[in-house]
């Protein structure tokens, strides 16, 4: 594959996954796909771990659908953008460029959660989907690290 074909794709796959999410997050919830309707009141948490902390040590008071969604649904869909951020960019191959990166997009969608009333602004959603980027972030650097070794082993056999 040509390289400029290669770039291509990746910016094809991206839009796509991107689009995906961008409905998970906002259009389902806007459309009521999702369950969650309009409040009448801002609804916000400002207090790092005041969800997190409930679900972890009183799990008993939490049927499993509910657990899981709230703690592995946040991480879980947000490994994807731990990838797709510093294989596009490469200025955000840098840990701290990266997670900078990750909670400014974090703060936007949770800020348009809040002026549109639909879900809420929870710092705690930030901390989780933060996490699930460091998940796919590391699984990138292991890929990257694998194919520049394998490289320096194929340069240092020679032709």
């Known amino acids: 594959m040509s390289e400029k074909s290669w770039l291509h794709s990746k910016w094809m796959l991206t839009i796509v996954a991107c689009m995906a999410v961008l409905y998970l997050l906002i259009m389902g919830i806007l459309l009521f796909v ?3 309707t309009p409040s009448m009141y801002y609804q916000y ?3 790092p ?3 997190i902390r409930p679900l972890l040590m009183e799990r008993e008071r ?3 659908d509910t657990w899981v969604k709230n703690l592995f649904g946040n991480i879980v869909l947000f490994i994807p953008l731990g990838i797709w951020i510093p294989w596009l ?3 955000c191959r840098l840990f701290l460029t990266f ?3 990750v909670v400014l997009l974090l703060l936007g969608v949770e800020v348009t959660q809040l002026i549109t009333r639909v879900g809420s602004f929870d710092v ?3 901390i989780l989907n933060t996490i699930g980027a460091w998940i796919g972030y590391a699984g990138f650097k292991l890929v990257l690290c694998s194919q520049k070794r394998t490289r320096n082993r194929t340069a240092d056999r020679g032709p």
Do not use: K
């Open 34 to 36: 999702s369950g969650r």
């Open 45 to 47: 948490n400002l207090v």
């Open 49 to 51: 771990f005041e969800t």
């Open 62 to 64: 939490y049927n499993t």
């Open 89 to 91: 960019f490469r200025r």
């Open 99 to 101: 997670t900078s990166t």
């Open 124 to 126: 705690d959603d930030i």
